[in-house]
Nanobody, 119 residues
Framework: QVQLVESGGGLVQAGGSLRLSCAAS????????MGWYRQAPGKQRELVAA???????YYAESVKGRFTISRDNAKNTVYLQMNSLKPEETAVYYC?????????????WGQGTQVTVSS
């Protein structure tokens, strides 16, 4: 069993930056890929970024060049550095993790952290 706890959400002005953190505990040794989803009001949850244990990243097209995903395997923690934030990126951001190198339907979920970007 794996537990994921997010932190770092909050209120930021458009153009500002925020860094999210997600720490895995429990059977964290079994985790390979970790990543971030977001869900805006009235919208479906979408994948923002992900990174494998070996450091191979994925980014949604909309965040390329502005967001950076990284991880510290020794701390079982993944980070999302978000720069040049836009109001439309206001959402609940959820950490996710999986045993494989892709995020499957069997992924673990964190509880979510609210990110609000004001104009």
């Amino acid at each position: 069993q794996v537990q994921l706890v997010e932190s770092g959400g909050g209120l930021v002005q458009a153009g500002g930056s925020l860094r999210l953190s997600c720490a895995a505990s429990g059977s964290a040794f079994s985790i390979n890929i970790m990543g971030w989803y977001r869900q805006a009001p009235g919208k479906q949850r979408e994948l923002v970024a992900a990174i494998t244990r070996g450091g191979s990243p994925y980014y949604a097209e909309s965040v390329k060049g502005r967001f950076t995903i990284s991880r510290d395997n020794a701390k079982n923690t993944v980070y999302l550095q978000m720069n040049s934030l836009k109001p439309e990126e206001t959402a609940v951001y959820y950490c996710a993790a999986d045993r494989t190198t892709v995020l499957s339907s069997n992924k673990y979920w964190g509880q979510g952290t609210q990110v609000t970007v004001s104009s």
